[in-house]
């Protein structure tokens, strides 16, 4: 019940954010929400899933010293470079796991919350999307890809004021905490470009129909692709790609028509989303996920690694759905359907389904410390895994 209950509170402070005019208010209640989020991410203890192999990372990870008098013991850690002096830094003043867990919390709502507060009027809400949307997987599981998005996000401001160097050096300072932010390099040029309503249906069609008749046409390119670029990117792919768990298919299920109904919504409200300052940005963002989860199916680890990154722009799209509406009426209405869709994302969380085993129950680093009470997160990340496994095979 914890999560459910913090979804609770974020929902009301995002009705309080869509209700408030002020600006130091509203600033206030982002505060709030993103101090929940960062404590719950940055002090939870053997929760989520990747946590062991973190730990690990971290274990053998030299202090910034060493790293810098001896670089090759960087290199004998396959993990992006950035990440590890991340890492080394937190090591060299004698900061635990736990202060590494915290300080990338801390660093990622901090870069989303800013970034929400000057994209949408209604961030508050923005950062309940984010709980629901993307937290779980990103703030719980993919910490590196989790530091990459967040520098993503941020950097799409420079996209509008037209500074292509800063917007390259936060890209590639993004893909120094995980190689797949570079994909977002050429999209500088198409981000902020008008695209017809016509356009991205003709598109979006072609891609239900690829995915609905299990069209086969991804993994030869996507294996020819990554031998050119490397023994490293290919050994990687052939993983994702002939590995028994990650080599399979996204089925239909009721995300595929999820994904149809916000489209739809989106396309309606298309000119004046596009008219708000970043609205073309977020919206475009979006609709290169929607095509990856179509037109990618047959490699479901990839594509959802590679739509993380574009994934992040309907927590800005959904409140500015809400920010074009006219009268408070309309918004409070059309702010049910947004809470539920967002609820969808994580509801066998938040319910406690056995599938979420991983996360529940939530285990605090300062309760744990006062109540000395034993961490059950290795029976519960095996079980989770044995979940994840089974799931694939079907």
């Not at 719980?140 to 990459?148: D, E, F, G, K, V």
């Not at 950097?155 to 004021?161: A, M």
Request: aromatic share 14%; glycine share 4%.
């Amino acid at each position: 019940m914890f999560y459910l209950i913090v979804f609770i509170i974020l929902v009301f402070l995002s009705v309080l954010d869509v209700e408030i005019k002020a600006k130091n208010s509203k600033q206030f209640l982002l505060i709030i929400a993103a101090t929940i989020l960062i404590l719950i991410a940055g002090l939870r203890v053997e929760t989520g899933g990747d946590w062991n192999n973190y730990a690990s990372i971290y274990k053998n990870c030299p202090t910034f010293i060493n790293a810098i008098s001896t670089p090759q013991l960087l290199a004998q850690i396959p993990i992006e470079n950035g990440f590890l002096i991340f890492c080394s830094l937190i090591k060299q003043i004698g900061g635990s796991m736990q202060l590494l867990l915290f300080s990338i919390s801390l660093l990622n709502i901090t870069l989303i919350a800013k970034s929400l507060s000057d994209y949408t009027k209604f961030p508050v809400l923005g950062l309940l999307c984010y709980y629901c949307i993307l937290y779980f997987s990103l703030e719980m599981i993919y910490l590196r890809q989790a530091m990459a998005v967040a520098i993503c996000f941020f950097s799409l401001r420079y996209i509008k004021q037209k500074n292509v160097w800063l917007y390259v050096l936060l890209i590639l300072l993004a893909t120094s905490m995980h190689r797949i932010a570079i994909v977002l390099l050429p999209f500088y040029w198409l981000l902020d470009k008008n695209i017809s309503a016509k356009t991205y249906i003709i598109i979006m069609t072609i891609g239900m129909f690829i995915m609905l008749v299990g069209v086969l046409w991804l993994k030869p390119i996507f294996l020819h692709v990554s031998f050119w670029l490397g023994e490293n990117f290919y050994n990687k792919a052939l993983l994702y790609a002939t590995e028994e768990r990650f080599a399979v298919h996204r089925v239909v299920t009721i995300g595929y028509f999820l994904n149809i109904l916000i489209f739809a919504a989106f396309m309606c409200f298309k000119k004046e989303i596009e008219n708000l300052q970043y609205g073309k940005i977020c919206l475009n963002m979006f609709c290169v996920s929607l095509i990856m989860y179509y037109y990618c199916y047959e490699l479901i680890e990839v594509s959802n690694r590679v739509r993380l990154v574009f994934l992040i722009g309907i927590i800005a799209l959904l409140p500015m759905l809400i920010e074009v509406l006219q009268g408070n009426m309309s918004k409070y209405i059309a702010l049910i359907p947004v809470v539920l869709y967002c609820f969808s994302f994580s509801m066998h969380i938040f319910l406690e389904h056995p599938r979420a085993v991983a996360y529940n129950p939530y285990q605090n680093y300062v309760v744990m410390q006062l109540t000395n009470k034993k961490s059950t997160g290795p029976e519960r990340l095996k079980k989770s895994k044995q979940f994840f496994d089974n799931e694939r095979k079907r």
